[in-house]
């Protein structure tokens, strides 16, 4: 069992971060924001690959100008990305934002900060200051990165407590694994502000997938971390399947497939690896959580994959289906997907139908 830092609670529109609640799984559009349509396409793919928070750039007041119209379509709370310019502060917020992004000792001038907190404490807008270790501040050069970016975080949030506002949350990112894991480590003995985790610039799906598992799960592991995005140069809702992964292998959510497959050897007789590829693209958009295997062969399969709610296990042309670890039936290799998905299908149907006898009984 992991012990969670105890992180303090606040809320993304309805989506509760911190205090327990359980890891909220983040991503950004890679749209361009004045682009309403694309963007919110965008956002309802993700929030169907399981996205809970959806965070947009918004560079020029053009971007700022659309955000309302994201916002009433979106399925999901809407996260502004701002950089410099209060003015964009204050129009995402006018513009029904759940959250904002927003360094604020990178706004000149004070009364402009103040103005950009007051509208968001009236409107229970959280703020995430997120420290990137490509953009420290000038000065104390000589010391660790960890460090500086610590330093700096605890800069930004010095400026929002002096305004009375507490809604905060905080991202230390950097490419670097260890330097990413020290910053976090190092801020956690600092504050209570829930933590939002990446690793930057992480890579394409294949590396920034392991980085992102690695860096992510280190700190994940520790009971550190209250929502994550996993950054990866390619289809967004990547992002998400990655995310999801990295938190079921700790225990920390409970969604969807988890695929149980064997790496095949000599005794494997059947397409293994076709058979798990195709099983796991079919299964991808489950929501209900279901552990299924794929084996190589009906001697090792059942037995190695016992803790499956189903699988399959080949032999020569024909193969089996199995039920935690119990044979169900054998077949023919060429009906063992079709059967699969079949008895996926019936669990799926049975979970529902116990949670609404359950439903039922507790109104
Ligand atoms: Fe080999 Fe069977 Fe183990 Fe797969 S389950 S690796 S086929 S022994």
Do not use: W
């Not at 971007?63 to 310019?85: C, G």
């Not at 190589?296 to 399969?301: E, T």
């Amino acid at each position: 069992m992991i012990r969670r830092r105890a992180s303090r609670p606040l809320q993304i529109g309805g989506v509760p971060i911190g205090g327990g609640a359980p890891v909220v799984v983040q991503s950004m559009t890679n749209t361009d924001t004045r682009d309403v349509e694309a963007t919110l396409g965008q956002i309802r793919r993700l929030h169907e690959c399981g996205c809970q928070i959806a965070r947009v750039a918004v560079p020029d007041i053009k971007a700022a100008r659309a955000l309302p119209s994201i916002k009433n379509e979106s399925p999901i709370p809407v996260v502004a990305d701002i950089h410099f310019d209060y003015r964009l502060a204050l129009a995402a917020i006018e513009g029904g934002v759940d959250g904002l992004r927003l360094n604020p000792g990178n706004i000149r001038r004070r009364e402009q900060v103040a103005a950009v907190v007051k509208e968001a404490r009236d409107r229970s807008v959280p703020i995430r200051i997120g420290v990137n270790a490509g953009s420290l501040p000038p000065g104390n050069e000589d010391k660790p990165t960890p460090q500086r970016m610590v330093e700096a975080a605890l800069g930004h949030i010095r400026i929002l407590e002096d305004l009375d506002f507490d809604l905060i949350k905080v991202s230390l990112k950097a490419f670097d694994v260890p330097t990413t894991v020290e910053a976090y480590r190092l801020m956690a003995e600092r504050v209570s502000y829930p933590f939002h985790l990446g690793i930057t610039e992480a890579g394409t799906p294949r590396t920034g997938s392991i980085r992102s598992a690695v860096g992510l799960g280190i700190l994940l592991a520790e009971g550190l971390g209250d929502t994550i995005r996993v950054s990866l140069t390619g289809d967004p809702c990547d992002e998400i399947s990655v995310a999801y992964e990295i938190l079921k292998a700790l225990g920390l959510r409970d969604k969807g497939l988890t695929l149980i497959s064997c790496p095949s050897c000599g005794r494997t007789e059947i397409d293994l690896i076709g058979l798990a590829h195709r099983v796991e693209e079919k299964l991808l958009t489950l929501d209900r959580p279901i552990k299924v295997a794929v084996m190589g062969c009906v001697v090792n399969g059942p037995g190695e994959a016992r803790e499956a709610d189903i699988g399959i296990a080949g032999g020569r042309g024909k193969g089996i289906l199995f039920r935690k670890g119990e044979v169900i039936r054998t077949m023919p290799e060429a009906e063992l997907l079709s059967a699969l998905l079949t008895e996926v299908d019936a669990l799926v149907a049975a979970g529902e139908r116990q949670e609404a006898v359950t439903g039922l009984g507790e109104s």
